[in-house]
């Protein structure tokens, strides 16, 4: 495996679509400050440092440990960087199963070969939903410039973990959710405070279809172009809540705001908590 820092993106299999990672293969060599000064020299959402695996975890070869971090700061878990290794690894050691042990827990990945090329779905970790404070919520809609009014009251806000923790909100209408201009400072400030890796905007555009977009301050970058651990946060919050079946596929739109767009699939199975999120991606050359 190569230490050099590779670019692929994620979610589409386009180069220039989808939300672009950097990976490095062997990282066992780089200490902390190294990864994080790497992450931030690249720039991308998230970088992903792979080192060998817990003992016992999976098929000699095909198991590993898996670090995330942004350009500012180690994250828990990051989906699309998870989809971007694996496509990564299976053009060096095949197709088929992989796992890693994260700092949120044990995902496993699988990667199938497809006629449009390599395509990775993710197994998340066990979700959960929690309930956001009323003024906790009115900082977030104060620093997004977002009036109560424009949210989707089918959606109620709430905090949803899928091996990270971000706020999900529903827009109103596609118009809200195309103007983002958000207050930096501010948001950060407030997802800092409640342990937020990014906050979903959700608008639904059908029974399965949904545009998103997912400002992410707290990692140095605006807007995460595509957003796999948020991918699967929502599609817990969505059957918790009953807004689709217990057995559903999702396709979720994200990044077609910023000129990059991918698309997430999200599987949900009936009698399985965890969220399968997949999609394409390809090596940016």
Same mark, same amino acid.
């Given at each position: ?10 979610? +589409? ?22 990864? !994080? ?9 998230? %970088? ?13 070869? *095909? =198991? #590993?440990?898996?670090?995330? #971090? +942004? ?29 890693? =042990?994260?700092?949120?827990? %044990? ?43 424009? !949210? ?36 950060? =400030? ?13 608008? *639904? ?10 400002? #992410? ?8 172009? =595509? ?23 999702? %396709? ?11 698309? !997430? ?21």
């Amino acid at each position: 495996m190569t230490s050099d820092v590779l670019r692929y993106t994620a979610f +589409s299999g386009a180069a220039d679509g989808g939300n672009p990672a950097g990976v490095v293969l062997d990282a066992s060599g780089l200490g902390d400050d190294r990864m !994080l000064e790497i992450a931030a020299e690249l720039g991308y959402s998230e %970088t992903a440092f792979l080192t060998a695996p817990p003992h016992g975890l999976g098929t000699a070869g *095909r =198991a #590993f440990t898996a670090r995330y #971090f +942004s350009p500012k700061a180690e994250v828990p878990f990051c989906g699309h960087a998870t989809i971007a290794t694996a496509i990564a690894l299976a053009e060096r050691i095949g197709p088929g199963d992989l796992v890693f =042990a994260t700092p949120a827990g %044990t995902v496993p990945v699988s990667v199938e070969a497809t006629g449009e090329g390599l395509r990775a779905t993710l197994t998340s970790v066990e979700p959960h939903l929690e309930e956001i404070g009323a003024a906790d919520l009115a900082e977030a809609l104060a620093a997004l410039d977002w009036p109560a009014a424009d !949210l989707d009251p089918a959606f109620p806000p709430k905090i949803a973990y899928a091996g990270a923790r971000h706020l999900v909100l529903g827009a109103a209408t596609r118009e809200r959710l195309t103007d983002l201009a958000y207050d930096v400072p501010r948001l950060e =400030a407030l997802m800092r405070r409640l342990d937020l890796t990014t906050v979903q905007l959700v608008h *639904r555009a059908g029974s399965d279809v949904f545009h998103v977009r997912d400002p #992410f301050p707290v990692g140095g970058v605006y807007e995460d172009p =595509a957003t796999g651990a948020a991918a699967a946060a929502f599609g817990a919050y969505a059957r918790e809540l009953g807004l689709v079946p217990d057995d559903a596929v999702l %396709t979720l739109h994200q990044g077609t705001d910023m000129g990059r767009p991918g698309v !997430l699939t999200v599987e949900l199975r009936a009698g399985d908590p965890r969220v399968r999120v997949g999609g394409a991606g390809t090596r940016i050359r």
